[in-house]
């Protein structure tokens, strides 16, 4: 009888839904061709979708047989916690980006968001495969990855002047947003706390230092 697994099995699992995960990549890029009013109702939508079928899977036994039938692989323990009523990743990924429409300025945006889904995936697969050394709530691996892999997002994402303090403001972001993705386990959903915390990051710096300069991408629809 062959012996199952279980760290293989909940790697194959957590890798499954990273590649779901960066499926919201799309996010960006469709925002990038859309003004912001039709991207907020858009993602108002599905948030609201999102949020339906959360509250259904909750209120309906039979309608929540059928969801973790379909997508309990995708689901992590606590978001199946009926008592708590967690909602799940894919719910705040689209709170997420709903929020950060509403908040900030569409190049920032641009440039918080992709970090969320790219980093975010490298920081999970590269902490649970070779996380060794324990940092804050999670391991420095990761914590490196994040770091490493939201420094190149925010380089190549758009920028505004694109002179060098734009991408010290990059490094900066992604700094902390690797410590907002680390010491968020267990309180808070990163999905919620990396692109606020990035995008908040890079804003600020913007309104410090470029207090005067328009925060608006040229030749996109506003």
Sequence with gaps: MTQIDHGTIQYRDELIRKM???????????????????????LTGFTIFSLTIELWRYLSPKAGEVFYKLFGF????????????????????????LLCALIFPKIIFLMAFPVLIVSDTFAALIGRRFGKHKFL???????????????IVVFVTPKILYVPSEYLFGILAAALGAIAENISYGWADDNLTIPLTVG???????LIFYPNVSLVLLNVPQ
């Design 20 to 42: 779901i995960h960066l499926c919201s990549l799309s996010f960006p890029i469709i925002y990038y061709f859309i003004s912001r009013h039709d991207a907020i109702l858009i």
């Design 74 to 97: 995708l689901l992590r323990e606590h978001e199946m916690d009926a008592k708590k009523k967690n909602l799940s990743g894919a719910t705040y990924v689209f709170l997420s980006a």
């Design 137 to 151: 709530a999670k391991s420095l691996e990761g914590t490196l990855a994040f770091f490493v892999s939201a420094v």
């Design 200 to 206: 908040g990051v890079i804003w600020i710096c913007y």
